[in-house]
């Protein structure tokens, strides 16, 4: 995935964030395969178990198994069909996320050659909040920013002034019972 070009200020940004809100003492679930990311989560001394590139809108039995206390899931729930199931089943009380923010200049990203590279959605950070909070997430910190590009034309000279990822920190909200 990272051949030709490798996310360097997208990982900045998201260590950053993630140094913010969770403690390198925490134990971390990444929903997705281990990728680049988990080493430089490791390299900042995370302590960190993937998912194993199971169908997560079928199967989430990594994710109820799980007796980590912090769930990340870093560019996942675009490609997620019911991402709801999977805010619902995380046991863990805290949550880092971040998305593609939808664009209104150009489509919804899909690879004509991998079938799980393709992006259901792609969300307007309200809508993000909103499915956070419907699954019973309480946000309590977020950022977005740029993914500029060095093209020339219109879209890429846009992508220098519109936010192009959205992160969030949450926590698990509380039932009390009466």
């Known amino acids: 995935m ?3 070009s490798f996310p ?3 990982f900045k940004h998201t260590i950053e964030f993630l140094n913010k809100h969770v403690l390198p003492s925490e134990t971390i679930l990444d929903l997705g395969v281990v990728n680049p990311f988990t080493k430089i989560m490791q390299d900042h001394g995370y302590k960190v178990e993937n998912t194993k590139g199971e169908d997560l809108d079928i199967d989430t039995s990594t994710i109820i198994n799980s007796e980590v206390e912090v769930v990340t899931a870093f560019e996942i729930f675009e490609h997620l069909l019911s991402p709801f199931t999977v805010l619902k089943s995380i046991k863990a009380d805290k949550l880092v996320a971040s998305v593609p923010l939808k664009l209104w200049f ?3 990203y899909r690879s004509k050659t991998d079938m799980l590279d393709r992006h259901y959605h792609e969300f307007e950070d309200w809508q993000f909040d909103w499915l956070l909070e419907k699954a019973g997430w309480n946000i ?8 500029p590009t060095k093209k020339i034309g219109i879209r890429p000279i846009l992508r220098w002034f519109t936010p192009r990822y959205y992160i969030v920190y949450a926590e698990r909200i509380k039932k009390f019972k009466t």
């Open 2 to 4: 990272y051949e030709k």
């Open 8 to 10: 360097n200020k997208r």
């Open 106 to 108: 150009s489509s919804a």
């Open 140 to 147: 309590l910190d977020k950022e977005k920013w740029t993914n």
